[in-house]
């Protein structure tokens, strides 16, 4: 299987519970070195309160973090997915 890796964080918070986590993202999301260039959702649903309009926002977009080397993913970050059937990133939350 290829490795799969990250190469940005954002940062997003609920806007109903306050929940906040910094969001990975796979290599095609957001990713200006890739050909594949698919986008994140701004809003997600909040995996604490289950909020989905006043939900996860991306927040402090001056602490997005940019990877000089992409790292391997690790399966307990936080993240979104590049998944061939979807046309932007799929949230993943393990540590909630
Ligand atoms: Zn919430």
Redesign the pocket.
């Known amino acids: 299987m290829k490795e799969r890796l990250v190469h940005r964080g954002m940062r997003y918070r ?1 806007a ?2 306050g ?1 906040e986590t910094m969001m990975w993202l796979e290599e095609g999301l957001e990713d200006r070195e890739s050909k594949e260039k698919k986008p994140v959702p701004f809003i997600i649903r ?1 995996p ?2 289950g ?1 989905v309009f006043k ?1 996860m926002r991306h927040v402090d977009f001056h602490k997005d973090v940019f990877l000089k080397n992409r790292v391997p993913l690790d399966l307990a970050m936080n993240r979104f997915e590049n998944r061939k059937k979807s046309d932007c990133g799929v949230p993943v939350f393990t540590e909630v």
């Open positions: 609920c109903t519970c929940y909040c604490k309160c909020e939900g």
